[in-house]
């Protein structure tokens, strides 16, 4: 781990620890200065204060979440939740609209739990900080439910505690920063992070316990009615349900950034309950009381239920705790006031209880090398030795980007999913009792706007131009809709100007089911039966709605969605057999055109090397990876791949190739052309990410270029590097020196992907090496040579590898052949260098070494040469 992450998480672990005590102190003195007459600090202040908190710590969590800090993720996501709950609850509260001690005490529950088994964790891995922290959080919020019974009782208890972490937080976390401020030169005593040793588990999501957290406190909330702990679901208790809702939106954000797409589906759907419940209990606030559609949460059963069935393959343990959902959802559809009901808070009682098992369980296994025995791997181990069916191993090709260059995993499954919740929830009918008297806006808005905007974040992030386009899309649709007909925005106006909205949303879908034609069959038949459901809006828009269209049409649009999200799901974790998407209508080259024609093989086999040699031998013209972007190659004794790779590019004229070597030993039968300062450069350079313009001459013929050699560099000078990279390496052994351009069309940007390869240059190359993303998108440093002979050196671009070390390189060349030759001292000529500002921008400076008519090679990384 190199320094600079080193800083970096200091400083985050420093501004959470920080945020702690911030908040400590300010909980503090809130109880140490509450009498009976009334608080030091007004609840909306204390509210306000606390909400910015929160984000403080929230931001140092999500920063911390990468970095497989599991303990430290879950202290300080679940502190920022229980302050960003009771933040709400004070405004609330001061406001007048709630009551404290019946707001308070469901959520302090159920962070005091969730708090001490952090704390017990803690304790088990000798984190001594995180662990008093915890308990002493939790001890806090068990003393502060005692001080809503009682005043007498528990506030200065409740006081004590946050002094206890006011103190050990502010000499942690300002030694932490002082540490991170001065590069470790000034430790305090006992500050220092331990570094643990890397754990087996193959889990890496940290947020899960955070998840489990947020459940727990739902759970919490919604079974105190039934355990009489208060004596009704008041308004003031939505601050804690809606919390959990957002904090599980992020955790399913993140999860996709851990690459984990059960879990993040998981906590997608749990998202969704939270937002309901918390909704429901708002419209009792203003009088309603909302019932339940049956087909909406019986839906969301069968989804809960494929769902723990495929999380079987993460543990056993995992999939009955879901089945608790599949229950609560089953519940909710037997009984029309849903979330009000015995039974189903009694099903919340039981969740609580799982939820706190499991979030016990799965910190500890996070951070132990014991292991509670969760019955883990246990599918793997079933079908080793089927045929039949055969799990996908977890590979970084599974989800890596497209055309984009974040690492998320794929966000399909619970894109699809929230089709199928928001078509079945617009097909329960409004009725009488108008449109808020049945529970139908949170279930469309929820999963239909914010979760699919979610997803096509995602999508975005990854280059999946078409699905990222349409989750977008139907997630602003399914919003419009919702709170239109259903949030009582809509009432009984029909009229031209809906009708007009509505058809510019037709329109675009459109162009999505045009775009679906070349993507496959299961995109266009779930764009294409959402152009149904646009109809069905239009015609109920203009007063023409036939009987049972719409609810026909959902029906159709949800059974179309639940079908790619099953084939989405199994695909993911099947390698064999596959569920068919069906090919594309329409196939162009570009990203996977050209498959079938052009071998793309991995580029870490010898044997796949070995197989784009010999395409080149036999004048092919290939893509491979590089210690910066990807490029394109051609053997230099093949001089008619030579001039087609030359002609792929567009309008490539006057960009010139350039050559490159595998080692100095391919240019040994002509050294004696070569300016001997200019062959100690090159070898003590390289290997490296520096490219050297030198003069072109007769040591070009050795390579067997023939007439294409005027296609590389240009007629002065050419461009020559020795790469730092294995697989080119390898190659040129196999192959010998190559003529290299930019795998991109003239004028566009670097391509840094191979799956960007298949987009950009289509069936236009022979085969493809493919690594995933490219270490480095910075191009290589361009240093002109051409006036070495006189002891000078230029840069035509400061790249990757620095400046100030060439120079040195060039300045201990130059000693060695200054020995007895006083009057060849190194004086490099500054004024040809580039100035800063044009290094940054790319920008290349012709300078006097170059003639006026002398066009630059391109160097493969960048253009702009």
């Known amino acids: 781990m190199d320094m600079a992450q080193v800083d970096s998480e200091s400083l985050h672990f420093s501004v959470g620890i920080l945020a702690i005590s911030g908040g400590s102190l300010l909980l503090l003195v809130k109880d140490y200065g509450q009498t009976a007459d009334g608080d030091l600090i007004p609840n909306t202040a204390l509210g306000v204060l606390l909400l910015i908190i929160t984000a403080l710590l929230a931001y140092s969590g999500v920063q911390r979440s990468l970095s ?7 202290l300080s996501l679940t502190i920022s939740a229980l302050w960003c709950g009771s933040g709400l609850v004070h405004i609330l509260v001061g406001q007048g609209v709630a009551e404290i001690r019946n707001a308070l005490v469901p959520g302090l529950a159920a962070f005091t739990l969730a708090l001490l ?20 959080i939790s001890l806090a919020c068990a003393h502060q439910i005692a001080g809503l019974y009682s005043l007498t009782f528990g506030q200065g208890a409740t006081a004590a505690n946050y002094l ?3 103190f050990i937080g502010a000499y942690f976390g300002c030694g932490r920063l002082l540490s991170c401020i001065t590069k470790g030169h000034v430790q305090l005593p006992g500050t220092k992070l331990q570094r643990k040793g890397e754990l087996t588990s193959v889990e890496q999501n940290d947020l899960t316990p955070v998840g489990l957290a947020m459940n727990l406190l739902s759970a919490s909330v919604l079974a105190c009615r039934l355990l009489s702990v208060v004596p009704e679901l008041s308004a003031g208790l939505v601050s804690w349900l809606w919390t959990a809702g957002v904090f599980q939106l992020a955790v399913c954000l993140l999860s996709y950034r851990a690459m984990d797409t059960l879990m993040a589906t998981f906590y997608g759907f749990t998202a969704v309950l939270k937002f309901a419940e918390g909704y429901s209990l708002l419209l009792g606030h203003f009088g309603y009381v909302p019932y339940s559609p049956v087909p909406f949460p019986t839906v969301f059963a069968v989804l809960f239920f494929v769902l723990a069935l495929f999380s079987i393959q993460k543990s056993i343990a995992d999939c009955l705790y879901q089945l608790f959902y599949v229950a609560y959802c089953i519940s909710i559809a037997a009984q029309p006031r849903g979330f009000f009901q015995g039974g189903t808070q009694g099903v919340q009682a039981a969740i609580f209880v799982a939820s706190a098992i499991m979030m016990l369980v799965t910190l500890h296994n996070k951070v132990s090398s014991w292991r509670v025995p969760t019955g883990e791997g246990l599918l793997k181990t079933l079908l080793v030795h089927t045929s039949w069916l055969t799990l996908r191993p977890h590979n970084k090709e599974l989800h890596a980007p497209h055309l984009g260059y974040s690492r998320y995993a794929d ?12 078509a079945f929830a617009i097909a329960a009918t409004v009725g009488s009792s108008g449109p808020l008297g049945v529970l139908v806006l949170p279930w469309a808005v929820v999963p239909g706007g914010l979760l699919q905007l979610l997803c096509g974040s995602v999508a975005f992030a990854r280059g999946k131009t078409l699905e990222s386009t349409a989750f977008i899309f139907y997630g602003i649709m399914w919003t419009v809709w919702g709170l239109t007909r259903y949030g009582g925005l809509y009432g009984s106006t029909r009229g031209f100007n809906l009708a007009v909205g509505i058809i510019c949303f037709m329109l675009f879908n459109c162009l999505v089911t045009a775009g679906a034609l070349f993507l496959n069959k299961a995109w266009f038949a779930s764009s294409f039966t959402f152009q149904l459901i646009l109809i069905s809006f239009l015609l109920d828009a203009v007063g023409a709605l036939p009987y049972g269209y719409d609810i026909g049409v959902a029906i159709i649009f949800g059974l179309v969605s639940f079908y790619c999200f099953l084939a989405s799901l199994f695909n993911s974790s099947f390698e064999t057999p596959q569920l068919p998407l069906g090919e594309p209508f329409i196939k162009l080259s570009g990203f996977g055109g050209g498959r079938d024609s052009c071998p793309h093989l991995p580029a ?28 394109l190659v051609a053997a230099c004794n093949q001089p008619e791949a030579v001039q087609k790779a030359y002609n792929t590019k567009l309008q490539a004229q006057d960009r010139p190739m350039s050559l490159w070597i595998s080692s100095l030993k391919q240019l040994e039968p002509s050294r004696h052309l070569i300016n001997p300062v200019l062959w100690d450069f090159m070898e003590a350079a ?9 003069p072109r001459g007769p040591w070009m013929d050795i390579f067997g270029l023939g007439d294409s050699a005027k296609y590389i560099g240009t007629p002065q000078s050419i461009a020559i590097r020795n790469p730092d990279c294995a697989v080119a390496t390898h190659l040129m052994d196999l192959v010998g020196p190559i003529a290299v351009t930019s795998a991109n069309p003239t004028g566009e940007a670097d391509t840094t992907h191979h799956n960007q390869v298949y987009a950009k240059l289509g069936e236009k190359v022979n085969g493809v090496l493919c690594d995933g993303p490219s270490p480095e998108n910075i191009a290589s440093t361009v240093v002109d040579c051409t006036k070495i002979e006189s002891g000078k050196i230029g840069f035509f671009r400061v790249g990757v590898f620095p400046k100030s070390k060439v120079l040195q390189i060039f300045e201990e060349v130059q000693k060695r052949h200054s020995v007895g030759q006083d009057n060849l001292s190194f004086q490099p000529d500054l004024s040809e260098h580039i100035e800063e500002g044009q290094h940054e921008t ?13 066009q630059i090679p391109e160097n493969e990384e960048d253009e702009s040469l």
């Open 68 to 74: 497989h800090s599991p303990l430290y993720v879950s």
């Open 117 to 136: 088994s952090i704390g017990t964790v803690g304790v088990f891995r000798k984190e001594v900080v995180l662990s008093v922290i915890a308990f002493a």
């Open 164 to 166: 206890l972490v006011c």
């Open 411 to 422: 966000a399909e499954v619970l894109g699809h999913a929230s089709s199928v919740l928001a």
């Open 604 to 631: 870490r086999k010898a044997s796949s090397v070995q197989q784009i040699a010999d395409i080149m031998m036999r004048g092919g013209i290939c893509a491979i990876p590089t210690d910066t972007v990807y490029v």
């Open 686 to 694: 390289w290997p490296s990410s520096i490219s050297m313009v030198i």
């Open 842 to 854: 790319g920008t290349v400076t012709q300078q006097e070494t170059v003639s006026q008519n002398e």
